[in-house]
């Protein structure tokens, strides 16, 4: 079985300001990560992915990610936000091997962004 | 290449009625999930098809059933509806492949229980 813990319900922080939203997870089988982003009355949008290779994955808007299988974490972080980056982030892991496409989520981080 | 979609997009029902929910996955795509989403509980996983087959279920009541037809369109109906059943109901699509299972989601169907 797999579980996700994300350690920050809500993470406010100004706009150009670094952050980081942090993710741990519990799995006796290899995964696959993932964070998805939900903006207001809107589905899940994926963010970024750890499939295998560099522990390092990044996204096109800024955003990356970086896994450590020691402890089990896979941190999202961003040098500067804007006010568009305000969403609900959650990381999530797959089963690599008969997960049938299975998602396990954490709580989700709400992300504000003040200008 | 259009994207998952779910219909209808907002649902209003009773307690004890059943509902219906739809989606059609990306094109090509042979693997749908259904996933419910509420403030308390998160996103929880509901179950999988691929080729009108189940292969994966969550821990949901037999409340809550699924299909998915040969142009791998799924529906997910809940019969016997309770309020605890109001939340958002996301659908997800993928292809299917070692590298591929990565899920593309609707913009999810909002169900309403009075």
């Known amino acids: 079985a797999q579980s996700v813990t994300q350690l920050d319900s809500q993470v406010p922080v100004f706009e150009e300001a670094p952050v980081e939203l942090r993710c741990n997870y519990s799995?006796?089988?290899?995964?696959?990560l993932f964070w998805y982003v939900q903006y207001p009355n809107q589905g899940l949008q994926l963010l970024l992915k750890y499939l295998s290779g560099s522990t390092l994955v990044e996204s096109i808007n800024g955003f990356e990610a970086e896994f450590n299988k020691s402890q089990t974490s896979f941190h999202l972080r961003k040098p500067s936000v804007h006010i568009s980056d305000t969403a609900e982030y959650f990381c999530a892991v797959s089963a690599i091997s008969g997960g049938y496409n299975k998602l396990i989520f954490g709580a989700g981080t709400r992300l504000a962004v003040h200008p | 290449k259009a994207g998952v979609t779910q219909t209808p997009r907002y649902l209003i029902k009773t307690r004890g009625q059943q509902v219906t929910l739809s989606c059609s996955p990306i094109?090509?795509?042979?693997?749908v999930s259904w996933y419910q989403q509420t403030p308390g509980q998160g996103l929880q996983f509901l179950f999988e098809?691929?080729?009108?087959?189940?292969?994966n279920k969550g821990n949901f009541p037999g409340r809550f059933s699924g299909r998915q037809f040969s142009n791998s369109r799924s529906e997910m109906n809940v019969s016997t509806l309770e309020l605890g059943d109001s939340a958002l109901y996301l659908c997800?699509?993928?292809?299917?492949?070692?590298?591929?299972?990565?899920?593309?989601f609707g913009a999810g169907t909002r169900l309403s229980v009075l």
């Open positions: 094109s090509g795509h042979r693997s």
């Open positions: 997800a699509s993928s292809l299917e492949g070692v590298y591929e299972n990565i899920q593309y």
């Open positions: 098809y691929f080729s009108e087959t189940q292969r």
């Open positions: 799995s006796s089988v290899s995964v696959y």
